[in-house]
Nanobody
Framework: QVTLVESGGGLVQAGGSLRLSCAVSGRTLSNYDMGWFRQAPGKEREFVAAIRRSASNTYYVDAVKGRFTISRDNAKNMVNLQMNSLKPEDTAVYYC?????????????????WGQGTQVTVSS
């Protein structure tokens, strides 16, 4: 069993920054491709970013390209999402997720494990 715990959310003004972290326990992080998703009130959950298990490739939704950076430290079993130049439309609950098997499209595939989420609120 794999457990994912997100942290780092909070309230920030537009233009500010937050760094989300996802602590993974139960299995070695290097066995998983990892993703970040978000869900705003009244909206469906959407893909934000993903990173391959070797950190060889990263992927982002267009809305966050150039502002968000996903990274991982397999030795520490941590995945991070650095969010800069935040906008009110980034307000959402952010979830990290883990996938065991390879998938060509990490934005569209089903993930095996999910965290409980952390709230990010960006004020205008």
């Amino acid at each position: 069993q794999v457990t994912l715990v997100e942290s780092g959310g909070g309230l920030v003004q537009a233009g500010g920054s937050l760094r989300l972290s996802c602590a993974v326990s139960g299995r070695t992080l290097s066995n998983y491709d990892m993703g970040w998703f978000r869900q705003a009130p009244g909206k469906e959950r959407e893909f934000v970013a993903a990173i391959r298990r070797s950190a060889s490739n990263t992927y982002y939704v267009d809305a966050v390209k150039g502002r968000f950076t996903i990274s991982r430290d397999n030795a520490k079993n941590m995945v991070n999402l650095q969010m800069n130049s935040l906008k009110p439309e980034d307000t959402a609950v952010y979830y990290c997720a883990a996938r065991i098997l390879f998938a060509a499209d990490l934005a569209q595939t089903k993930y095996d494990y999910w965290g409980q989420g952390t709230q990010v609120t960006v004020s205008s």
